[in-house]
């Protein structure tokens, strides 16, 4: 049996605490780390946002890497690919490159970061109502994603914007999935008002694999946990 180190980075709005259930039920198989950013649950022990060093969370022959990466911390992960030759395998969840698809483009950026600085408060329980935006489970997940938001991931105003500003710069450096190298699969939600599915042209190189994962929007851990884990085993394993 092969030794796998699965490395989870989490998004923009909430630390590694997301991939909580998903660590308990990997770690019977699997060696699973999900370091934190710079301003979230652990940062004393981290670097800045952005400049997190992953080869230390990277494990050596005969150890098999894979990044698995949402949102923010997808890319995140997209740009260590290009960085680093160990990492043989990568899997975004709900993340993007620059499309004229996506919401998410430098002036809503921008414009989120103003808001940020007016009322972070307010600025936040919007973008938890988009995460949630069309699920199927939209009202039980925005209020649980509210409730965790203030209890687990209160982050301040100046790591966030920072974080937004970090989004930019990887935008100019992921210009879109074909720069990815290696064995890659991307799950979208199919309610993702953020990132939809039909930001994601067909790859052409047979090194990307697409899952759309019906009924789930943005924020995928709370109703589509089971989901997530199947599609992740299947792929690690495959």
């Known amino acids: 049996m092969k030794k796998v180190n699965l490395v989870f ?51 050596n022959e005969p150890w098999e890497n894979i990044l698995i990466g949402y949102s923010f911390g997808g890319m995140m992960c997209a740009r260590f690919t290009l960085e680093n030759k160990t990492i043989s395998k990568l899997i975004l969840i709900n993340s993007c490159f620059p499309s004229n698809y996506t919401e998410i483009n430098n ?78 699969l991307i799950i979208q939600g199919e309610h993702d008002s953020f990132f939809p599915p039909r930001t994601f042209e067909v790859n052409s190189s047979n090194n990307i694999q697409y899952k759309v994962v019906k009924g789930m929007a943005h924020y995928p851990f709370l109703s589509f946990h089971n989901e997530i884990k199947k599609e992740i085993i299947k792929f690690v394993e495959d």
């Open 9 to 59: 980075l989490h998004g923009w709005l909430f630390d590694s605490s997301i991939w909580d259930d998903l660590k308990t039920d990997l770690e019977k198989n699997f060696h699973v780390k999900s370091p934190d950013f710079s301003g979230y649950k652990h940062y004393k022990e981290k670097i800045t946002s952005g400049e997190l060093n992953i080869e230390d969370y990277l494990e």
């Open 107 to 184: 002036q809503e950026i921008d414009n989120l970061i103003l808001d940020l600085d007016a009322d972070k408060n307010e600025t936040i329980k919007r973008f938890i109502y988009k995460c949630c935006k069309d699920s199927i489970t939209q009202k039980k997940d925005f209020k649980n994603l509210v409730d965790l938001q203030t209890k687990y991931s209160n982050i301040d105003k100046e790591t966030l914007i920072k974080g937004l500003i970090d989004i930019k710069k990887l935008r100019e450096i992921l210009v879109n999935e074909h720069c990815i190298g290696i064995d890659t």
